[in-house]
């Protein structure tokens, strides 16, 4: 696992640029709906976020898409978290998924 001291702006910019999963969400320009929620990819400011619309529930979040490149990291310092570290995987990655 490669370590990160931390990813400012540009780095996560570039990051996501050189993931081909992301460019490839960004250019199919792709939403997706299914039993009234929306799903979504937008770039705003050069950093590209996955957006989930919930109508029914009056929700929407907004997420950071998370290159490859730092997905395991980002799960270990979850996990490492005070609160993180009694959790299973599965709600480690509800966490991530609700912070990030």
Same mark, same amino acid.
């Given at each position: &696992?490669?370590?990160?001291?931390?990813?400012?702006?540009?780095?996560?910019?570039? !990051?996501?640029?050189?993931?081909? +999963?992301?460019?490839? !969400?960004?250019? /199919? $320009?792709?939403?997706?709906?299914?039993?009234?929620?929306?799903?979504?990819?937008?770039? /705003? +400011?050069?950093?590209? =976020?996955? +957006? =989930?619309? $919930? *109508?029914?529930?009056?929700?929407?979040?907004?997420?950071? &898409?998370? *290159?490859?490149?730092? +997905?395991? =990291?980002? &799960?270990?310092? /979850?996990? $490492?978290?005070?609160?993180?570290? !009694? !959790?299973?995987?599965?709600?480690?990655?509800?966490?991530?998924?609700?912070?990030?």
């Amino acid at each position: &696992m490669e370590r990160h001291g931390g990813v400012d702006r540009e780095q996560l910019i570039k !990051l996501q640029q050189e993931d081909p +999963r992301i460019q490839e !969400l960004v250019d /199919a $320009d792709r939403t997706s709906r299914r039993g009234g929620k929306v799903v979504s990819f937008e770039k /705003a +400011r050069g950093i590209v =976020y996955r +957006r =989930y619309e $919930d *109508p029914g529930r009056n929700v929407s979040i907004k997420q950071v &898409m998370l *290159p490859k490149s730092l +997905r395991e =990291y980002v &799960m270990s310092v /979850a996990q $490492d978290t005070l609160t993180g570290a !009694l !959790l299973e995987i599965r709600r480690t990655k509800d966490k991530v998924l609700s912070n990030f």
